[in-house]
C-alpha cells in the first residue's frame, strides 16, 4: 500500500481537476457549507462567552459558599463565619486569583420620589475588585473605598426610577437579625453600569462592614465568592474547596449557581456537533453524487488500471483518496473564508435592535465571534471522518467492477 | 517449459435472454517465445480466450495456468497480482490512463510493483525508447496519435518483462502504416528480447507476422498451424 | 403528457442514484426546516402566551412616561370608570384596572421588598392567569377586604402561609408613609420565577386606600381575544380613552419589549441557518443539472441539428428540474410533516432544556407548531432555490452551436 501510495495520490489530485466545472461547484459548496459550520460555531461561542463571563461576574466567581439554607432564603437568618482555618488555607491555593466575602440582603431603597426592592450587598471593594462587575463599572462618582465606606453604589437603572442622582440620599430599609425592620440614610456616592439592563435595577452595593453594623449581625457573612484562575478549572477549584469546606457550609461551581448559563454551556457543546453533522450532511449528497459521477464516467479507465494489476483496495484506495482531498480542499478554503469573516468582525456585531431580546437569554448586544481550535479541529475531525464513510460506497462499488466488464462499458 | 496453458474451457454468456457460447472446451499450450495470433470472426471466442488466459475473466470450468501457475481458482486480489507480475497486456483502445504522461503510463505497473523510482524512471526512459518514442515521455495521451498511444501501451507491457503480452485487436484502430509500424515492432521485442505474444485479430496483415495461427469458430478450436513469418 | 415532460421524466431516470441523491438533498433539508420552523412556531407561541398572559395581557393603558419611570405619581386618575368605560366601548370582558407600588412585605419572620399590584378581584381573572394559577387558598374576592394573595416563592421567603398576616410599609402616592396589615388568603405558582419570587396582588380598593391613590391606578390590562386582533383592539382603545388626562395605550412590544427581540434574535440566527442549507441545496441541484447537460452536449448537438430551438431545450432542462424539486417537496413535506406531527403529539425535550425552558418562560417540552406555514415555508423556498440554480446549466444551452456539440466526446 505503501509503494502505491504515490501513485494513488497523484491519480486523485489529477482526476479531481479533470471535470473543473463539476469540482469548482462541489469545492464552491463544502467551502460555504464550512464557511457557514464555523463562523455559527464561532458565533454561538462567542455569545455564549460572554455570556459566562457575564455571568460569573454577577454570580460573581466561579464557586460560591454559602450557609446551606441560604440559597433557599437568602436573608440574615442563613448566615456563616468568615474562613478561618482550613478553608481559610485553602482559599490562598494557587488556583485562587481572588476571594471576597460579601453579605447579601433583599432589601427596599427609597428615594423621597419613589422605592424599590434590590438585592443589596456589602462587599469589601478591594477584595471584590476583580471579581464582580462593579469595581470596573463605576461611571459616574466613585466606586466603594474600603468595606467601612458609608456610601452606595448603585445602578444606572434604579437611579433613574428612584429619581435620585450621585450625592442625594436614599432611604435602605431591610430586616436585620432578630428580624427587625431596620432602616438607615445612604448617600449615593456612586453609578455603575452594565451590559444587562436587568442588573443595574437588581443589585446595590454598600461596605460590608457598614452593612453588617446596620444589620447586627457582627462579623457574620452571606456569601463567599471565589474566583479561580481559569474558568475551565472550575470544577477542580469546586472539588478542592468542598473537601476543605466543611459540612456546614455549601460550596457550589458557577454552573450550577446559574444553572441556565452551566445548562448553555452544556447544550453548547451539543449544538457544535449537531450543527457540524447537518452541515456535513446537506453537503453530503451532492457530495457523493460528484463522486458517484466521477467513478461511472471511470469505469472503463478503472477497468484498465485493474486489468493492469490495481487491487481492488487499491481502486477502493484511490477513490477515497480523491474523496478526502476535495474534502481537505473544501475545508481550508471554508477555514480561511470563516477565519477571514471572523477577523473583520472583531470589533463585534452590533445586535442592540435585538438588545433587550438577547437580555432574556443573558447576552450583551454586541457579540463577537470567538474561533476555538477545538472547535476547529473537531469540525475537521468530523467532516473528514463522515467524508471518509461517504465516499467508502461508490469507491468499493468502483472496486467490485469486472475488469472485462469494466473496459467493455460504453 | 510453456507461458500459457489452457484445458478444456467453457464458458457461456447471456446475453440478453440468450446463452451464449463464448468457450466450449478449448485446451491450447503457448510454448514460450512464441508470438501467436487467434482468429476467428467476431463473436467466436478469441475475446473470451484471450481474457481467460491473462487472468481477467473466469472460465466456466476448465484450468488455465499461467507460467507454471494455476490461476482460474485464484481470488481477486490475488488474480490482480498474478497479472502484475506475469502479463502485459495492450488492448484495442483506451490503452492508456488519461490523467497520466505518456511516462507515467508506462511507470505505473511498476509504481504497482513497488519499483523503486530511480529504476522505475530508467527502465520505463528505455521502453519507450524501445518503441520509438523519445521525447514524447511528457505527452498525456489526448496529445498523442492513436499510434503512439498503442506504442506507449506496448512499451508498458513489456516493461516489466511480463512472461506473455496479450494484445486484443492491438490495431483495429489504427491506419495500415501505423499498424505495420506496431506488428514490426511486437515481432521486433518478440526477437530481441523472446516476450510472448498472443495477439486476437481478425486483420489478416497481423496475421502475416504470425509464428502459430489459431482459428476459432462457435467457441472451438478449429485449426491451430505453424506458419513461416 | 405532452412529449417534453416526457422526456424530462425519463431523462431523470436514466440516471437514478443521481436523481435520488438530488432529490435526497432537497428531501433532508425539507424534513430539517419543517420541523425546525413548526418547533419555532411552537416555542414562540408559547413564550408569548406564558409571558403575556400569566400577568401583563396584550395591551395596557397608562398615564404616558409610568412604563419607563414606573413612578407612584404617574397615574391613571378615576380607574375603575375607565376600565368600565374599556369594557364597554370595546365590549370586551378581559379589561382589568390596576394599581402598582413597591413595599416591603414582613412577616413573623421576613421582610422583603415586593410589589405589589392592586387588582380587581370581579375583572382580574378574565384578564390574566394567576387569579387561575393560585393553588393554595383562594384569589381576592371582596373589592375592599384587607387581603393578599402571593407568589410561592415569595411566600416561601417569608415563611408564610394562607392564613398568616403581612405588613406591608412603603410610600403612598402623596409621599406619605403607607402601612397596612393584610391577611394572606392565596399562593399562585405562575411558573414564572420573576413574579413568583416578588409578586403580590390585593383588591383595588383596599390598595387605593392605603396608597392613597385617591381612586387612581396605573394600568388598564387589556386582553384582545387574540394576537392577531391586538392592532384593531387598541386602535379603538385609543379612540375610547379620556382626553386630556396623557393616557397612551401600550402593545405587548412595547410592555415586554424583550420578548419580540428575543423572538427577533432567534430568528436572525434560525434565517442564516436556513439560508445555509437551501444554498447547499442549489449547488446541489447546480452541479448535477450541469453535469447532466455537459454529458449530453452531443445529444443535444443533434437535436438542435435536427432544428429543436435551444429555448426548449432549456425548458427541457428547466422541466427537469422542476420534475426532480417536486420529487423533493412532495417526499420532504410527506416526511418532515409524518416525523413533526409526532412530536407535535409527543412533545421534544434535550438535555438542558428545562434551565433553558424557564430563561424564556416555556413548558420544558416543546411542542412543534404544524400548519400550512410550517409545512409548506421551508420546501417551497428549497423548491424555487433549485429552480434558481438551474438557470446556469440552462443558460449554457443558449452558447451551444449544433456543430461543435456533436463533434464533443
Redesign the interface.
Known amino acids: 500500500m505503501i509503494?502505491?501510495s504515490?501513485?494513488v495520490f497523484?491519480?486523485a489530485w489529477?482526476?479531481l481537476w479533470?471535470?473543473y466545472?463539476?469540482t469548482a461547484?462541489?469545492l464552491?459548496?463544502i467551502a460555504?457549507?464550512i464557511w457557514?459550520m464555523i463562523f455559527?460555531i464561532a458565533f454561538?461561542r462567542g455569545m455564549i462567552e460572554s455570556m459566562v463571563s457575564d455571568g460569573i461576574r454577577s454570580i460573581p466567581g466561579h464557586v460560591q459558599i454559602h450557609h446551606p439554607d441560604f440559597r433557599?432564603?437568602?436573608?440574615v437568618?442563613n448566615l456563616m463565619s468568615r474562613p478561618g482555618g482550613e478553608l481559610a488555607a485553602s482559599l490562598d491555593g494557587k488556583d485562587v486569583a481572588a476571594w471576597s466575602s460579601r453579605v447579601r440582603v433583599?432589601?427596599?431603597i427609597?428615594s423621597?420620589?419613589?422605592?424599590?426592592?434590590?438585592t443589596l450587598v456589602g462587599i469589601d471593594p478591594v477584595a471584590e475588585t476583580s471579581i464582580s462587575f462593579v469595581a470596573d463599572d463605576v461611571v459616574e462618582g466613585r466606586h466603594l473605598e474600603d468595606d467601612r465606606d458609608r456610601g452606595l453604589v448603585l445602578g444606572r437603572r434604579l437611579l433613574?426610577?428612584l429619581?435620585s442622582d450621585v450625592g442625594k440620599r436614599v432611604v435602605v430599609?431591610?430586616?436585620g437579625a432578630d428580624?427587625d425592620?431596620v432602616d438607615r440614610g445612604f448617600r449615593v456616592v456612586g453609578v455603575y453600569e452594565s451590559e444587562i439592563a436587568s442588573t443595574e435595577e437588581a443589585f446595590a452595593f454598600a461596605g460590608r462592614a457598614t452593612l453588617q453594623e446596620l444589620l447586627g449581625i457582627g462579623d457574620r457573612v452571606s456569601e463567599i465568592a471565589v474566583l479561580g484562575t481559569d474558568r475551565r478549572e472550575a470544577e477542580q477549584l469546586y472539588l478542592r474547596l468542598a473537601d476543605t469546606a466543611g459540612a456546614d457550609v455549601e460550596v457550589l461551581p458557577w454552573y450550577e449557581l446559574n444553572?441556565?448559563l452551566?445548562?448553555?454551556m452544556?447544550?453548547m457543546d451539543?449544538f457544535v456537533i449537531v450543527?457540524i453533522v447537518?452541515?456535513f450532511?446537506?453537503?453530503s449528497?451532492?457530495f457523493?453524487?460528484?463522486l458517484?459521477?466521477a467513478v461511472?464516467?471511470r469505469v472503463?479507465?478503472i477497468g484498465?488500471?485493474?486489468?493492469?494489476?490495481?487491487?481492488?483496495?487499491?481502486i477502493v484506495a484511490q477513490i477515497v483518496a480523491e474523496s478526502i482531498l476535495l474534502l481537505a480542499i473544501g475545508l481550508a478554503a471554508g477555514n480561511v473564508l470563516a477565519w477571514a469573516t471572523i477577523y473583520s468582525l472583531s470589533d463585534g456585531i452590533d445586535?442592540s435592535?435585538?438588545?433587550?431580546?438577547?437580555?432574556?437569554?443573558?447576552a450583551a448586544s454586541v457579540l463577537k465571534p470567538s474561533l476555538g481550535i477545538g472547535d476547529v479541529l473537531l469540525s475537521t475531525a468530523i467532516v473528514l471522518g463522515l467524508g471518509f464513510l461517504a465516499s467508502l460506497s461508490p469507491a468499493i462499488r468502483a472496486s467490485r467492477y469486472?475488469?472485462?466488464e469494466a473496459?467493455t462499458k460504453e | 517449459m510453456n507461458s500459457v496453458r489452457c484445458a478444456d474451457l467453457r464458458k457461456t454468456y447471456k446475453q440478453g435472454d440468450q446463452d451464449v457460447i463464448g468457450l466450449d472446451g478449448v485446451s491450447l499450450e503457448v510454448e514460450q517465445e512464441g508470438f501467436v495470433c487467434l482468429r476467428s470472426p467476431s463473436g467466436a471466442g478469441k475475446t473470451t480466450l484471450l481474457?481467460a488466459m491473462?487472468g481477467?475473466?473466469r472460465p466456466d470450468s476448465g484450468e488455465v495456468y499461467v507460467a507454471g501457475k494455476r490461476i482460474d481458482n485464484l481470488s481477486?486480489?490475488k488474480l490482480?497480482?498474478?497479472?502484475?507480475?506475469n502479463i502485459g497486456?495492450v488492448?484495442q483502445a483506451?490503452?492508456?490512463?488519461?490523467?497520466?504522461t505518456a511516462m507515467?503510463n508506462v511507470e505505473?505497473?511498476m509504481?504497482?510493483?513497488?519499483v523503486p523510482a530511480p529504476e522505475r524512471a530508467k527502465r520505463a526512459g528505455e521502453a519507450l525508447n524501445e518503441v520509438g518514442l523519445e521525447g514524447l515521455e511528457n505527452r498525456r495521451p489526448a496529445k498523442m496519435s492513436g499510434g503512439q498511444q498503442q506504442r506507449v501501451a506496448v512499451a508498458?507491457a513489456i516493461v516489466s518483462r511480463p512472461a506473455i503480452v496479450l494484445a486484443d485487436e492491438p490495431t483495429a484502430n489504427l491506419d495500415s502504416s501505423s499498424a505495420r509500424h506496431l506488428m514490426a515492432l511486437f515481432a521486433r521485442i518478440n526477437e530481441t528480447r523472446g516476450t510472448t505474444f498472443v495477439i486476437a485479430t481478425h486483420d489478416e496483415m497481423v496475421m502475416s507476422y504470425a509464428k502459430r495461427l489459431i482459428r476459432m469458430r462457435d467457441g472451438k478450436i478449429v485449426e491451430d498451424q505453424l506458419q513461416e513469418t | 403528457m405532452s412529449i417534453t415532460l416526457r422526456l424530462a421524466w425519463r431523462n431523470l431516470w436514466r440516471?437514478p442514484?443521481?436523481t435520488w441523491?438530488?432529490a435526497?438533498?432537497m428531501v433532508?433539508?425539507n424534513v430539517?426546516l419543517i420541523f425546525l420552523i413548526a418547533l419555532q412556531l411552537g416555542t414562540y407561541q408559547a413564550m408569548i402566551d406564558n409571558t403575556l398572559g400569566a400577568f401583563s395581557g396584550h395591551l395596557q393603558v397608562q398615564r404616558s412616561g409610568y412604563k419607563e419611570?414606573?413612578?407612584?405619581r404617574q397615574v391613571v386618575p378615576r380607574i375603575r370608570d375607565v376600565a368600565e368605560e374599556l369594557r364597554s366601548g370595546l365590549g370586551l370582558n378581559s379589561v382589568a384596572a390596576r394599581g402598582e407600588a413597591?413595599?416591603?412585605a414582613?412577616s413573623?419572620?421576613?421582610?422583603?421588598?415586593?410589589?405589589i399590584i392592586g387588582v380587581e378581584p370581579e375583572f382580574e381573572p378574565r384578564a390574566s392567569r394567576i387569579p387561575s394559577l393560585v393553588n393554595a387558598g383562594r384569589f381576592l374576592d371582596d373589592p375592599v377586604a384587607p387581603e393578599i394573595v402571593v407568589g410561592e416563592i415569595l411566600a416561601?421567603?417569608l415563611?408564610a402561609q394562607v392564613g398568616d398576616e403581612l405588613t406591608i410599609?412603603?410610600?403612598a402616592r402623596d409621599?406619605s408613609f403607607a402601612a397596612a396589615v393584610v391577611n394572606i388568603v392565596g399562593v399562585f405558582d405562575s411558573g414564572l420565577d420573576e413574579l413568583d419570587r416578588?409578586l403580590a396582588q390585593m383588591p383595588l380598593e383596599f390598595f387605593q386606600e392605603t396608597f392613597a391613590m385617591n381612586g387612581a391606578g396605573h394600568a388598564v390590562v387589556i386582553n384582545a381575544p387574540g394576537l392577531f386582533e391586538v392592532e384593531s383592539v387598541a386602535e379603538k382603545a385609543n379612540s375610547l380613552l379620556p382626553r386630556g388626562q396623557n393616557l397612551v395605550v401600550h402593545d405587548w412590544n412595547d410592555l415586554q419589549?424583550?420578548?419580540?427581540?428575543?423572538?427577533?434574535?432567534?430568528l436572525?440566527?434560525s434565517w442564516?441557518?436556513y439560508g445555509?442549507?437551501v444554498?447547499?441545496?442549489m449547488?446541489?441541484v447546480?452541479?448535477?443539472q450541469?453535469?447532466s447537460v455537459?454529458?449530453r452536449t452531443k445529444e443535444f448537438g443533434i437535436v438542435l441539428s435536427l432544428g429543436l430551438s435551444s429555448g426548449r431545450l432549456g425548458r427541457l432542462v428547466l422541466l427537469e428540474t422542476v420534475l426532480i424539486g417536486l420529487i423533493g417537496l412532495a417526499l420532504g413535506v410527506a416526511l418532515g410533516g409524518i416525523a413533526t406531527s409526532w412530536f407535535e403529539t409527543h412533545g421534544f425535550t434535550?438535555?438542558?432544556?428545562?434551565?433553558?425552558a424557564?430563561?424564556?418562560n416555556v413548558p420544558d417540552r416543546f411542542y412543534p407548531d404544524l400548519n400550512a406555514i410550517s409545512l409548506f415555508a421551508g420546501p417551497v423556498v428549497v423548491f424555487a432555490g433549485s429552480v434558481l440554480a438551474a438557470i446556469y446549466p440552462m443558460a449554457r444551452l443558449h452558447w451551444l452551436r449544433p456543430v461543435q456539440a456533436m463533434r464533443s466526446a
Open positions: 509503494a502505491t504515490g501513485i497523484r491519480l489529477r482526476n479533470r471535470n466545472r463539476r461547484i462541489i464552491a459548496a460555504a457549507g457557514a455559527m454561538t433557599n432564603d437568602p436573608t437568618d433583599p432589601a427596599v427609597s423621597e420620589r419613589g422605592s424599590r426592592g434590590v433613574e426610577r429619581e430599609m431591610t430586616q428580624n425592620i444553572s441556565y452551566g445548562a448553555t452544556r447544550t451539543g450543527w447537518v452541515i450532511l446537506a453537503l449528497f451532492g457523493v453524487n460528484t458517484v459521477m461511472f464516467e472503463r479507465e484498465l488500471m485493474m486489468a493492469l494489476g490495481m487491487k481492488p483496495r487499491t445586535f435592535f435585538v438588545g433587550e431580546g438577547l437580555e432574556i437569554m443573558g469486472q475488469p472485462v473496459l | 481474457n491473462g481477467l475473466d481477486k486480489g490482480a497480482e498474478m497479472r502484475l507480475r497486456f488492448f483506451y490503452n492508456l490512463i488519461p490523467v497520466l507515467e505505473f505497473v509504481h504497482l510493483q513497488g508498458r | 440516471q442514484r443521481r441523491l438530488t435526497g438533498a433532508f433539508s430539517l419611570n414606573q413612578r407612584i413597591f413595599a416591603l414582613s413573623a419572620s421576613r421582610t422583603y421588598g415586593i410589589r416561601l421567603n415563611k410599609l412603603g410610600s409621599g416578588s419589549p424583550g420578548l419580540r427581540q428575543a423572538i427577533q434574535a432567534d436572525i440566527g442564516f441557518m445555509i442549507l444554498i447547499l441545496v449547488f446541489s447546480l452541479n448535477t450541469l453535469m455537459l454529458e434535550y438535555p438542558g432544556m428545562e434551565e433553558m424557564q430563561q424564556f
